[in-house]
């Protein structure tokens, strides 16, 4: 299986860029389709953006198109998520999630997951 651990997040003013990180271990990185996924207080998780193994695909939602940018260096088995605009609707707890297909927004696909990293922005 694949551990994952969430970094970078924090409390950010409205308009500013944060820069996430998920660092893996255990089976090849390469492997494995990557996803962000995001949860806010009182809702449901929500797809964030997803990238196919090799990077050739990717993925995002629509509320988060053009403001933020997936990655991933499969020789530092790390996944990123570059956040620029941010606003407070922005504001959850942001997971990686690891999957053997897609890049696809249904959380079904994906079969693991990291513990997740708080952003936060102020209204």
């Known amino acids: 299986q694949v551990q994952m651990v969430e970094s970078g997040g924090g409390l950010v003013q409205a308009g500013d860029s944060l820069s996430l990180s998920c660092a893996a271990s255990g089976r090849p990185f390469r492997a494995y389709v990557m996803g962000w996924f995001r949860q806010a207080p009182g809702k449901n998780r929500e797809f964030v953006a997803a990238i196919s193994s090799d990077s050739s695909d990717t993925n995002y939602a629509d509320v988060v198109k053009g403001r933020f940018t997936i990655s991933r260096d499969n020789a530092k088995n790390t996944l990123y998520l570059q956040m620029s605009s941010l606003k407070p609707e922005d504001t959850a707890f942001y997971y990686c999630?690891?999957?053997?297909?897609?890049?696809?927004?249904?959380?079904?696909?994906?079969?693991?997951w990291g513990q997740g990293t708080q952003v936060t922005v102020p209204s």
């Open positions: 999630a690891a999957g053997v297909t897609g890049p696809f927004s249904y959380e079904g696909y994906y079969e693991y």
